[in-house]
């Protein structure tokens, strides 16, 4: 339904909203992954999940962290802190252009008043040694969701090929309520905005991801979470070393951000992190393939 | 006769590729009637972003029927030969028939019906598709074998005249139904035929030919803008993306807020162009109007408000960025944005872009002696060329680099020529890119290029094949058009060995590659003098000549050798050359050192040369030739004599006119040996009995092949 007639929906309300339209729709609905990331994509639902046979459907919201996008508060658009809502089905069904439009239909943006358009754009993430193809979604020329259908994950085929949708929550709830400054989104219906919860937490982390934290510790994290990796591997135990993966690409863009890392050597760190990554889907697959060999003959042709 | 249509529809296909797509359909279409012996009438192809239609018109029924014959043995070869025969063709002996003495099978093949071939065609045809990008999808991609389309294929109809042509390929089945506009009309649409497709289409909001929505998209984005009162501009580009992202193309205006204007205009149309897809719009005095056209894919039920408002917000912002990066790159002078390029790797072999700018204004002080341009402002704008690479416009515009610099010296009040200079040194960017012509800017703009092929060829890292990951042929392209556009004497050889000493003073290892550089330089010329009707094998025979790397000198002498050449004179001596060269070579005639030719057979030096003929001041050349070619002991003929005398005075006057580089003049010398030199051969024989006579002859040949060289290597000249 849409609600244009209404009161346009609190930051919360429409993450509620899509909950239900997901849930509907047979997904679970996961909470967000308990670690520092820079991506909904970096979460075990969807990039460990990707990989395999077994069908997946699933829909969560994921904190994401970038370091380098802070802007102490200051920027009505940037934050170094912001929520992705992603959803993840595989394989990917026939509609899912369909139900992704219903799902914006949900959340009040009738498609014959706003201009939606998919706009190619394939999606590549070097670190997880990932690519697919999809689009930007546009709403009136402003890019609400990545929508990808996702090829490769860790280095392995896709198969079957899970949809990826990525909607920036912050982006759509400016939209919607039409708010220029995303400080002054409606948060719920009852008097707190987006500032009030987040202001001062993008004013101090601004500053301590620039300015404040001790470059020295986060080498060794890096350093540490690499061999603890690797130990994870050698104990059989690939999704804690990914999650080691995962702190290691964050500990690195905390690196970029205090301008430690000189260009030449943000090559190397990539590649380091990407090793990790691959290694951990590596494993995962190695772990899982003879049963899914078993249930699915089709997949390990 | 009738009629076929096929339409693939699927999830939206990249603007970009929806032309190649068009040509590919037909391609692979034409393929598979070809291989069926059919033949179509016209045949069209259209394209949205959801779908790739053609129409085959008058396709016969079936394909003709044909009989195909089989060569068997002879009839006298033995009865085993014709029982393979037989065994081959599943014949039997009375089925086939025998002509001068060899049998033959003959099989009647009878017509296909074309429903039947289009039904295989269409599969093989989806397959076959060679889409730049391709993927899988869907529950069918847990075989990587599954089918491979540019995005999810959802539907395919295919009718023959008026019937199905029934196929199918993985899981999507051929039918009638089609659907249109996403939005307007989401449902279901039955197709009849060919007939009625495209009508059946546009009343259900898709407009399919992509022709018609372009010329929508160009004349409605027009109509808006002068309904603004002002002027859209036009790009052709844009028409066509913004056709390839609709199916029912609605342009609007809208405005922005007139404080961006403060912002180059450069980076608002890069801005609404690249990363919005918008046109921008003048006023009628020429300059940018604070307004965009967007162009939408519905007929919105507020007429496009909601639409227009969301679009001028997303261009704010992306403004506001635009103006919050030149607000804060503006803070910093040039100067001191330079310090930061000691991080930035120009290449790896190479160092760091602020050791290019210190060689960038050792550079200009070499340039100095040779060019009379505005040293001062050179120089400042050479110790500030890269600076705005680490601004933070450039960064996010990267084609902006060069123009931001300029604007940003303007800003910070450093004077226009130093600004332009900053501006201006990338120039020229291509073929129909002007080149700079004011002094400061020319030198900036070329010791950027040469700097840069120094580098790489000094680095070995030139250029091999189609591969120049580095630009260095347009580098040198646009050298020499800096360089012969703008009259600039120079020593090129100098110019490279002084920018190679600059890297080696700073301890990267550089190669002198001067003589690659040249030849380098040579072969870029000849094709770009080809456009200007320039013969190639001209300028080979002035560079044969060797030590000529001032490329105005080199164009003026090729310039004045090809007037000659085409002239009667011209065509006469340069026959009268290759004659006395194919003599003197068919005689093994050793040249004559002292006659400077550099051709076959140098005898070197013995020390004991007459020191008199290696006197170069040309008044003398008369008498030294004297000595070089002593009085013969035999009365000469009269037009070996004549031919003697023309040598004694075109020689001095060739070479004053060489040294002067009036080399009209110097044709004009060689010109005054054309009837001497035609005389000479239809009287005289220089194969004579004497063999005195005949040395002296040869000696004499050799003597004018010496001075024609002099201004030109004849032996490159073709014809």
Redesign the interface.
Known sequence: MADTDKAPLSLQDMILRLHAFWSEQGCLILQPYDMRMGAGTFHTATTLRALG?EPWNAAFVQPCRRPTDGRYGEN??RLQHYYQYQVILK????NL?ELY?QSLVEIGI???????????D?WESPTLGAW????EVW????EVTQFT?F?QMGGF?????A?ELTYGLERLAM?IQGV?NVYDLKFNNHGVSYGDVFLENEKQMSKWNFEVADTDSLFEGFRRAEEECKRSLDAGVPIAAYEQAIEASHLFNLLQARGVI???ERASYMGRVRDLARGSCEAYMEKNADQWAAK?P??S? | MTDFLLELRSEEIPARMQAGARADLEKLFRKQLDAAGLKAGDITVWSTPRRLALIARDLPLATEAVSEETKGPKTSAPEQALEGFLRKTGLTKDQLTQRDGVWFAVTEKPGRATKDVLAEAIPAIIRAFPWPKSQRWGAASLSTESLRWVRPLSGIVAILGEDLVECEISGVKSGYATRGHRFHCPGEITIGSASDYAEKLRACHVIVDHVEREAMVREKAKAAAEAAGLVLVEDEGLVIENAGLTEWPVPLLGRFDEAFLDVPPEVIQLTARVNQKYFICRDSAGKLANAFVCTANIEAKDGGAAIVDGNRKVLAARLSDARFFWEQDKKKPLAEQAQKLSRITFHEKLGTVAQRHERFVSLVDDLQGQLSASVPAAKQAASILKSDLVTEMVGEFPELQGLMGGYYAEAEGLPLNVAEAVRDHYKPAGQADAVPSEGPSIVTALIDKVDALVGFFGADLKPTGSKDPFALRRAALGSIRLITENNLRLSLGQLFNAAAQLYRNQSIAVENASEDLLAFFADRLKVQQREAGVRHDLIDAVFALGGEDDLVRLLARVHALQAFVGTEDGTNLLAGYKRAANILKKEGFAANPNAGSEGEGVVPPTGEEDPLALVDDPALEGVAAQFAHPECNYAREPAEQALVDALNSAEPQAAGAVAAEDFTAAMAALASLRAPIDAFFDQVTVNDADANKRSSRLALLDRFRAAVHKVADFSRIEG
């Open positions: 046979p009505p658009n394989p990917s069904p026939e252009q439009l009738d498609p014959l008043v706003h201009d939606i358009r998919f706009v190619e394939d697919g193809l999809g689009w709403c009136d020329g402003m259908y090829q085929d896709c198969k079957p090929v949809g939209y220029d000189s260009v030449q699915y089709e997949w042709k």
